[in-house]
């Protein structure tokens, strides 16, 4: 079992930035650890992911903007957000344990948190 708890979110302007975090406990060797968004009316989507020996995959839409990073020590995630626009806007996931399809494939992680709302005003 693993247990992620994200944390970081809130409001920002556009051009700011946010640091999330996802703490795991558990069992935490359960990679990929991803994160995930979600805005109202759409479908959850792939935002960045990390694998055990460090390769990143990110979204075409956050590339060169976000950049996914693991402190292995303190069991943690993060998400460092730059650059931020008001389409950012959603609620953040951190997944982890995929078990098939690809890191940006959302139904096929067994777990996530509960989930850290950004708001980028314009």
């Known amino acids: 079992q693993v247990q992620l708890v994200e944390s970081g979110g809130g409001s920002v302007q556009a051009g700011g930035s946010l640091r999330l975090s996802c703490a795991a406990s558990g069992y935490t060797y359960r990679y990929p650890y991803s994160w995930f968004r979600q805005a109202p009316g759409k479908e959850r989507e792939g935002v960045a992911a990390i694998y055990g020996g460090g390769s990143t995959y990110y979204a075409d839409s956050v590339k060169g903007r976000f950049t996914i990073s693991q402190d292995n020590a303190k069991n943690t995630v993060y998400l460092q957000m730059n650059s931020l626009k008001p389409e950012d806007t959603a609620m953040y996931y951190c997944?982890?344990?995929?078990?098939?399809?690809?890191?940006?494939?959302?139904?096929?992680?067994?777990?996530w948190g509960q989930g850290t709302q950004v708001t980028v005003s314009s």
């Open positions: 997944a982890a344990d995929l078990y098939g399809g690809y890191w940006y494939s959302w139904n096929y992680y067994n777990y």
